[in-house]
């Protein structure tokens, strides 16, 4: 299992969430650097063809220790890819320096009020 869920992880942070969506090719790029793969293949492939998402998938998942099938990984990237990336992005901590100050003082105050 990953360190961080699917549904905590696109929801837990929704600033971050956006971040990564809008700044999609950089998440990639940052996500296959941090787990020692080159950066800028991996960018164009995943563009390209959403299903190499599953394989970088893959090699993050090994990089942290978690045994998932390429096919979950497939139909995740094919179907929903911000979900996936959102949630590498994440568990690798890999986009948190691109979130302006602004939204994370509003992140933290939403979760403060409730």
Same mark, same amino acid.
Do not use: H
């Given at each position: 299992?990953?360190? &961080?869920?699917? %549904? #905590? #992880?696109?929801? %837990?942070?929704? =600033?971050?969430?956006? #971040? ?18 080159? %950066? ?7 563009? =390209?063809?959403?299903? =190499? %998402?599953?394989?970088? +998938? &893959? &090699? ?33 901590? #890999? ?8 939204? &994370?003082?509003?992140? +933290? ?6």
């Amino acid at each position: 299992d990953w360190p &961080q869920s699917i %549904g #905590t #992880t696109c929801f %837990g942070n929704c =600033a971050l969430s956006l #971040t990564i969506c809008c700044l999609a090719p950089i998440a990639i790029y940052k996500n296959a650097e941090k787990v020692g793969q080159p %950066g800028l293949p991996w960018m164009f492939n995943v563009m =390209a063809c959403p299903c =190499a %998402g599953a394989f970088l +998938r &893959q &090699q993050i998942g090994s990089y942290l220790g978690v045994q998932e099938s390429i096919w979950l990984g497939c139909v995740l990237w094919w179907c929903v890819p911000c979900v996936p990336l959102i949630q590498e992005a994440k568990n690798l901590g #890999t986009m948190d320096e691109y979130i302006a100050p602004e939204m &994370q003082s509003m992140e +933290r105050d939403a979760r403060n009020a409730s």
